[in-house]
């Protein structure tokens, strides 16, 4: 064995070593940093709200609360386990191995935000109660539950095909059936607001992702004839020059 791969050989056991101490630490970063964020443009939220009067109670609004309904809705919660999912995610990665890595990944991150959320909720509340308490045992649970699937979900995002496309568009079309079905907000200008920016968005997007993938199917199918074509005159060159 020469010199390089004896350093090729010990730069993948070190590697086989640490990658997964990045993900711990990637998944944990990212969650707690979305936990804490949320809960804080929450506090910015009730600090605007006047909920004694009737008039903002029924039609009132505010930057600071349409934020707060847009980022602590199910749809964000799902989409920052997708995000690290990909994040964590390296190319050329053996299947199995990249999924069980990602859904690993993705329930760290929505465990680290729940912990995050609850943790800065109790320090705005005077620490009356202990933080992990301060969330319902089933948000604990539904951390694991559904941030396992999400972020493999992730991991494919960066596969070709339709396996690919459909990782793209879970989050955008999570997001705008939410808010047809189960649209956050405390009156109906908050929700109308928060549909419309969604929906927007998400239409958006989807456009995007769907547009990106036919021009990108269309160029690797063009490739792909065009190498057939070469690659099938190659035996009748051979046969003139005989």
């Known amino acids: 064995m020469t010199n390089d791969q004896r350093h ?37 939220s009730h600090s605007y ?12 609004w505010s930057i600071a609360e349409i934020m707060s309904v847009l980022l602590d809705s199910g749809w964000a919660w799902a989409g920052l386990a997708v995000a690290v999912g990909w994040l964590v995610t390296r190319a050329g990665k053996s299947c199995p ?26 320090i705005r509340s005077g620490g009356q109660f202990p933080w992990y308490e301060s969330e319902p045992p089933l948000w604990w649970v539904a ?60 239409a958006a997007s989807i456009g995007f992702i769907v547009v990106r993938f036919l021009l990108v199917e269309r160029r690797r199918r063009s490739l792909a004839a065009t190498e057939s074509v070469r690659l099938g005159d190659r035996p009748d060159q051979a046969h003139d020059q005989q």
């Open 8 to 44: 090729g050989s010990r730069w993948q056991d070190f590697s086989r070593v640490t990658r997964p101490v990045e993900i711990l630490v990637s998944a944990l970063a990212v969650g707690a940093g979305f936990g804490a964020a949320i809960s804080l443009v929450n506090a910015l």
């Open 49 to 60: 709200a006047d909920l004694e009067s009737r008039a903002y109670t029924t039609s009132g």
């Open 97 to 122: 191995t990249a999924l069980a890595q990602a859904g690993a990944a993705g329930a760290l991150a929505l465990l680290a935000a729940t912990a995050a959320y609850s943790i800065v909720d109790t």
């Open 143 to 202: 951390s694991v539950v559904f941030g396992a699937p999400l972020g493999a979900v992730g991991a494919c995002v960066k596969r070709s095909g339709a396996i690919g496309l459909l990782a793209r568009l879970t989050v955008p079309i999570g997001a705008a059936v939410q808010m047809a079905v189960l649209p956050p907000g405390r009156n109906e200008v908050v929700e109308t607001i928060g549909k419309t920016i969604v929906w927007t968005v998400a």
